[in-house]
């Protein structure tokens, strides 16, 4: 039998956790030790994956079954994948996957069987979206389209985390219900990357502004960026910012209901982060011009205080107001968006 003292896989996949994303591998490492490895895994499943999809040198016809069968793999010991593109910033996750699935295969059955599903749905929302043609050209269409595919990619986060906290048995089991709010939950935190990734995801050739938004301001969604159309970006910017905002009463319910210290952390600091950024990005034009972050002074601010409930809506409040005092009355969306601020303030 050969035992590995210090147990070198787990270190690994805590290297890659490290490695895809810094700040974020922190709060992962500080959950409660029975709910850490498997948020850990569950991370870097998710990670793999969304390499894949991303990986634009892989032909759909390849692509679409390591998608849908993805649910698989992470039972295959020993499986990994050779062929990301040169510049697939996780290459290495991928080339050493055997590593995760290791992992994987240690954690307890309900958190295998709550991961496996999760990867099942998303593996086939991900390969549906990657080969239809018209999204890969005209991009998303309408707003419910948005929210699907948002759900593919980010609310079956939310819902398989909020079963692994269930499952736990560190949040209620009951907290397993909160579906809805777990679903939007993942909305938010995408919908808000993918209105500050415009340029971004403009330079790349994609489209994730719904069509059903960006047809009221411009006939192409790229010529928002040029400096003529000022006025219309940034009118179409508070439209998507008004779709986002949309998911903060559900998100601050979810907070609410949590009660384990270090889940709350966990799932509070994206949230500060994301309603952070969002007021940043309203009717801020340098969101064509650059991807605009968060100061670092600031997002360590908000990591500190991102405490408990009333903090983080404290947090919430604050930001709702910078939004209600950039609101412009020139701006088609100023009623809906006072409306919506109204909503959180009340919530707050
Ligand atoms: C209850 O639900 C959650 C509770 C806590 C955190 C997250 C969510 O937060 C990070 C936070 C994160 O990863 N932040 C990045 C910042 C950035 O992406 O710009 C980072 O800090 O590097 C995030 O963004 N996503 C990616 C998706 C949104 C697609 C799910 C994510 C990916 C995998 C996992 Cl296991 C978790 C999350 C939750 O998911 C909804």
Known sequence: LQID?????KKRCYEFLRQTSRSFAAVIQEVHEDLRDGICIFYLILR??????DDMTIPIEKKEPLLRNFHNLIFKKGW??????????DRQLLLEFDVVIDEFL???????????????????GMADYAKDTVRNKY????IKDFDTYCYYVAGLVGIGLTGLFATSGLEDPEFDNNIELANSMGLFLQKVNITRDYLVDDQDGRKFWPKEIWSKYTNDLSELKKPENATNALNCLSDIILNALQHVPDCLTYMSRLKEQTVFNFCAIPQVMAIATLSICFRNHDVFKKVVKLRRGESVKLILRSK?????????????????????????NYLKISMACGQIEQWC
Not at 48 to 53: L, R
Not at 106 to 124: P, Q, S
Not at 318 to 326: M, Q
């Open 139 to 142: 991009g998303i269409m309408t």
């Open 308 to 332: 408990n409930i009333y903090e983080v809506a404290d947090i919430f409040r604050y930001y709702n107001r910078v939004i209600i005092n950039k609101n412009d009355p020139r701006d088609p």
């Open 5 to 9: 003292p210090e147990n070198k896989p």
């Open 80 to 89: 990994t994948y050779t062929e990301s593109g040169p510049n697939e910033k």
């Open 48 to 53: 793999g994956m969304d390499t894949i999809e």
């Open 106 to 124: 240690c954690l307890k059955k309900e958190f295998r069987d709550i991961i496996a599903d999760t990867t099942k749905k998303m593996g086939n």
